[in-house]
């Protein structure tokens, strides 16, 4: 699995495992794509570091990247690429 280091990423939303919103929807009812790129994120709350992998999901004919995985047993981090230009 390759790490992404160019970009920066913002994190989004910290859910339980079934019931999240993220691109307006609740993202475990979409199919996951995997990249097989994964990148470094910290816990917004305890600081932790985590390498998550990188997903791309279909929603309303719009394609959406994020990574994603478990902070704990059931709660998801969810992170969206910051593409914001310095």
Known sequence: MESRK???WQHEVTG???DTNLFGVNIFKYKWKPTHESV???D???G???KFP???VQIHG???TFAAGEFS???WGFFTPNNRKG
């Open 73 to 75: 047993n059931c709660v």
């Open 54 to 56: 990188i997903y791309t």
């Open 6 to 8: 160019e970009q920066t």
């Open 48 to 50: 932790q570091e985590y």
């Open 16 to 18: 339980v495992d079934g």
């Open 40 to 42: 470094t994120v910290h």
């Open 44 to 46: 917004p709350l305890y």
């Open 62 to 64: 719009e394609q959406h």
